[in-house]
T-cell receptor, first 112, second 109 residues
Framework: DVKVTQSSRYLVKRTGEKVFLECVQD?????MFWYRQDPGLGLRLIYF???????EKGDIPEGYSVSREKKERFSLILESASTNQTSMYLC???????????FGSGTRLTVV | RKEVEQDPGPFNVPEGATVAFNCTYS??????FFWYRQDCRKEPKLLMS???SGNEDGRFTAQLNRASQYISLLIRDSKLSDSATYLC??????????FGDGTTLTVKP
């Protein structure tokens, strides 16, 4: 089974901090995605990547950036954390774009 | 109007019941369709793809109606362990993937 590992299950950060969320997958998938999930808003795509060093903006990229230096690792960066970025962050990977995602277990980020 | 809409529920049913969820989508160019299951405070997990001819996996049946732009998920003989939120996902040929907000199912003894 594909395994997608997110480095932290829970994080608490202060407003203005730079925050790194790490995601690693072990099945050589080319496609990786970052979503956030909020009650009433569902899952929203932040950024995605089809290959190493490649990135594309999703629906809500403002306030975020990403890095994909190696195929297995896709990092989400909150440049200056704000309270409205308090959310559940989910990383996913797939072998075919937008087909059959495997999600990581999520990082619940609280910005205070 | 949202691109993908689901009745949020909750659906509360007794064990053994049959329950059906619908999901409507607005983009007629949508190409592929999926159902995911998400347990409380866990990540979504792929339940099944939805094929044009309909498909079945044990107690679960998925259907697609392109003319009316909806997909459905039927669960027969509900188990307590089926309690979860069910998310539909619709992909366009441009590669965009849109999630519904989910339908919550509670199966009671």
């Amino acid at each position: 089974d594909v395994k997608v590992t997110q480095s932290s299950r829970y994080l608490v950060k202060r407003t203005g901090e730079k925050v790194f969320l790490e995601c690693v997958q072990d099945m050589d998938h080319e496609n990786m995605f970052w979503y956030r999930q909020d009650p009433g808003l569902g899952l929203r795509l932040i950024y995605f990547s089809y290959d190493v060093k490649m990135k594309e903006k999703g629906d809500i990229p403002e306030g975020y950036s990403v890095s994909r230096e190696k195929k297995e690792r896709f990092s989400l960066i909150l440049e200056s954390a704000s309270t409205n970025q308090t959310s559940m962050y989910l990383c996913a990977s797939s072998s075919i774009p937008y087909y059959g995602y495997t999600f990581g277990s999520g990082t619940r980020l609280t910005v205070v | 109007r949202k691109e993908v809409e689901q009745d949020p529920g909750p659906f509360n049913v007794p064990e053994g019941a049959t329950v059906a969820f619908n999901c409507t989508y607005s983009n007629s160019a949508s190409q592929s369709f999926f159902w995911y299951r998400q347990d409380c405070r866990k990540e979504p997990k792929l339940l099944m793809s939805v094929y044009s001819s309909g498909n079945e996996d044990g107690r679960f049946t998925a259907q697609l109606n392109r003319a009316s732009q909806y997909i459905s998920l039927l669960i027969r003989d509900s188990k307590l362990s089926d309690s979860a939120t069910y998310l539909c996902v619709v992909n366009t040929n441009a590669g965009k993937s849109t999630f519904g907000d989910g339908t919550t199912l509670t199966v009671k003894p």
